[in-house]
């Protein structure tokens, strides 16, 4: 059992600034748990904090119903893996991967035992006398997880450890991670700045921005359901479009943007929400996803647009126009045919249109 608790936890530094403002997260035993943000937004503190890196400002964090506030790193029961993985360049495989137990005077056998466990799990066995410098980046990467794994930890913390291999081999070892979760049943808080990284590899994911969780849910519940217009805008690629505007009730409801670029009829499945907002400015928001080429089979709203740039990805376009001065991006599935400065009909498909509240951001629906 390794549940991770934290309570009321909160980071400031000495110019008073909270980085980490009141975060309260309980991470289930077995779990693995993704924090993503933007830059800046305090998950490597709120993971230091958890390692006894960094001293904790206020609140107290536990690890299997232990309080931790007062532990060192060593006594957590905790594997960290960074992004910088600095294996000792004069030692094999083997002995960088045994080198942590030997120092905490580990019984040789028992270390053995170990790195060939590790070794097995990790698809290392036949490189266990190479020097690093004869190993691929993901190769490097794979004795750093094995460092980790041979400690047999309660806890694994990972810091944006995929942030130095390229594309490709991100791709790769994302996978592999998850591979190794499922293999290992160990709790796991992964760290990213890469919402896509996030969204693949988290059972649950934790949206953090300005040092506050915006959101804590399942993958698809930050896609299809976002609390904010953060966590809206910050899950999905190219991110959801939003424009600003009034709902006005002709009988029907109407939402009319503000420099009246797009108007469109309310679904009747939204009335009860909406009708409270009738002559009040709100925010809608539409991923490039829903904005369709072909007409859908119903609920959508036509509009024509003037495409500015148009971007191929193979199988599909991205095409950029504007609404009321504000940019917008389609995905669409037209490949060949469609260039600049063409006018074109769009569909926005009205039952994935997301609406927000125009002071607090909060979604309404
Ligand atoms: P993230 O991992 O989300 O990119 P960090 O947790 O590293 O963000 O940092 C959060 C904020 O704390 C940043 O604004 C950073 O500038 C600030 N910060 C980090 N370390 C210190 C420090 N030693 N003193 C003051 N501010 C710091």
Redesign the pocket.
């Known amino acids: 059992m390794a549940e991770v608790s934290l309570i009321n936890l909160s980071k400031i530094?000495d110019n008073n600034?909270k980085?980490v403002n009141n975060v309260n997260l309980k991470i289930h035993d077995k779990e693995f748990v993704v924090i993503v943000?933007p830059?800046?937004?305090?998950?490597?503190?709120t993971l230091r904090m958890i390692a006894g890196l960094e001293e904790i400002s206020e609140g107290e964090i536990y690890i299997d119903g232990k309080c931790v506030n007062n532990l060192p790193p060593k006594d957590r029961d905790i594997s960290m893996v960074f992004q910088n993985y600095a294996l000792y360049p004069h030692m094999t495989v083997y002995e960088n991967m045994a080198f942590g137990l030997k120092i905490r005077k580990f019984d040789k056998h028992e270390i053995d035992k170990r790195v060939k466990e590790a070794a097995r799990i990790l698809e290392l066995e036949k490189l266990l006398s190479r020097k690093p410098k004869e190993l691929s980046g993901g190769q490097r990467q794979r004795v750093a997880l094995g460092r980790a794994i041979v400690r047999n930890p309660k806890v694994f913390l990972f810091d944006e450890p995929l942030s130095n291999l390229d594309a490709k081999l991100r791709v790769n070892m994302r996978a592999e991670i998850a591979k190794l979760h499922k293999k290992l049943q160990t709790t796991m808080i992964y760290?990213t700045h890469d919402q896509i990284e996030a969204m693949t590899m988290g059972d649950r994911i934790v949206v953090m921005k300005d040092g506050v969780i915006q959101q804590v849910d399942v993958p698809m519940n930050l896609y299809f359901k976002p609390h904010n217009k953060f966590v809206a805008g910050f899950i999905g690629s190219p991110a959801m479009n939003f424009i600003n505007g009034k709902i006005i009730n002709d009988g029907r409801l109407k939402f009319v943007s503000s420099k009246n670029g797009l108007s469109l009829y309310i679904t009747p499945e939204y009335y009860d929400i909406l009708k409270k907002y009738s002559n009040k400015e709100i925010i809608i928001g539409i991923r490039p996803e829903h904005i369709k080429y072909e007409k859908p089979e119903h609920n959508y709203s036509t509009i024509t647009i003037t495409s500015e740039l148009v971007e191929p990805i193979g199988n599909e376009s991205i095409v950029y126009f504007t609404i009321d001065d504000v940019q917008f991006t389609a995905k669409i599935n037209m490949v060949n045919g469609l260039h600049l400065n063409n006018s074109i009909e769009l569909h926005l498909e009205l039952n994935n249109l997301h609406f927000f509240d125009k002071d607090s951001e909060i979604s309404i629906i």
């Open positions: 530094y600034n980085v943000g830059s800046g937004c305090g998950k490597s503190t760290v």
